[in-house]
């Protein structure tokens, strides 16, 4: 049984003159996720939200990182469950489904 720990995506565009780094940061606690973005543009103040989903809502949730796992499995087996379906958190941190 795997289960995510943490996570950690970054992007980075440089743009100028105004560069901007975006971050999500996930981590898994007792009672479900948090999920923490950070945007930062240019020299301004960093904007930080944080925010987090109960585990009934988490149930059998598939982070990137899993989903690489998983995607590596299923080659391996050369083999694909039909109606294969996940929930998962996108990029902005909305719960969303993940179809393979």
């Known amino acids: ?3 995510t720990l943490e996570q950690e995506e970054q992007e980075c565009l440089e743009l100028r003159p105004h ?3 975006k971050t999500t940061h996930i981590v898994s606690h ?9 945007l930062q543009e240019g ?3 960093p904007q930080c939200l944080s925010f ?5 809502k988490l149930r059998g949730v598939l982070l990137e990182g899993a989903s690489l796992l998983l995607l590596r499995v299923l ?9 294969l379906v996940f929930p998962a958190i ?6 969303c489904t993940s179809s393979y």
């Open 75 to 83: 080659a391996r087996r050369q083999t694909m469950p039909p109606d």
């Open 30 to 38: 007792e009672y479900g996720m948090t999920v923490t973005k950070t």
């Open 19 to 21: 560069p901007t780094e």
């Open 43 to 45: 020299e301004a103040e």
């Open 90 to 95: 996108n990029t902005e941190g909305d719960l």
């Open 1 to 3: 049984q795997l289960e």
């Open 52 to 56: 987090s989903y109960g585990r009934a």
